[in-house]
């Protein structure tokens, strides 16, 4: 197994610039989850989905849009990109039998300048 | 809404020293807590999870008591190791739509040989 799977590593943007973080499990995880990590904040959820086609919103969503065609494929994307999400990007998932237990990507470093 | 507080790092201690980092918490009821660990350029890993008061989770030679009389839920090892080295995450459970989690800040321990 791959387990989270996320793409690209490093990423730079310029302020304006779309782009999509993508995202895939192979452990047949009903829940997906997205979180950027700052300094000093811990991870900070932006988005989840319970199951396809189910998303919903997390602490900070503004900025983001998700969607959840497939059980494996949960992608990011940033519309117009600006300086303030200059962060790590975590995608994770678990499973319903799993309480609390989430499995983690290596992680996305997006710069926007 | 829930929160979590942690103790700022970054902890240093030398090989073979005890370990304390303070972790509290606000929430309605008595949310399932958990500690996960993030190595230098990897995701976060599940460390430990307790999910009612009073119980004790263990791992690796760490562990944490479910305290629902202080809300807190402080992580302990009686002798680290350099390979201990890395940040380390205090959770609760986000809400009761799948296992999304609310983080503490983090607190960064470096372990010297």
């Known amino acids: 197994n791959a387990g989270v799977t996320q793409t690209p590593k490093f990423q730079v943007l310029k302020t304006g610039q779309s782009m999509t973080l993508q995202c895939a499990q192979d452990?047949?995880?009903?829940?997906m989850s997205w979180y950027r990590q700052d300094p000093g904040m811990g991870l900070r959820l932006i988005h989840y989905?319970?199951?396809?086609?189910?998303?919903d919103q997390g602490e900070v969503p503004n900025g983001y849009n998700v969607s959840r065609s497939t059980t494996e494929d949960f992608p990011l994307r940033l519309l117009s990109a600006a300086p303030s999400q200059t962060s790590v990007y975590f995608c994770?998932?678990?499973?319903?039998?799993?309480?609390?237990?989430?499995?983690f990507g290596p992680g996305t470093r997006l710069t926007v300048t | 809404g829930n929160s979590v507080t942690q103790m700022e790092g970054p902890v240093t201690l030398s090989e073979e020293a005890f370990l304390t980092i303070n972790c509290t918490y606000t929430?309605?009821?008595?949310?399932?807590l958990f500690w996960y660990v993030q190595y230098p350029g990897e995701g976060l890993q599940l460390l430990l999870k307790a999910t009612k008061a009073d119980d004790k989770g263990s791992n690796k030679g760490f562990e944490a008591t479910y305290r629902k009389e202080t809300t807190s839920f402080h992580l302990e090892k009686g002798s680290v190791q350099v390979s201990d080295s890395a940040v380390y995450f205090c959770a609760l459970i986000y809400n009761n739509a799948g296992n999304m989690l609310t983080f503490g800040g983090g607190t960064r321990l470096m372990v010297k040989p």
């Open positions: 929430a309605t009821g008595y949310p399932s």
């Open positions: 994770a998932s678990s499973s319903p039998k799993g309480l609390g237990e989430q499995y």
């Open positions: 989905s319970v199951g396809a086609g189910i998303t």
């Open positions: 452990m047949n995880h009903e829940y």
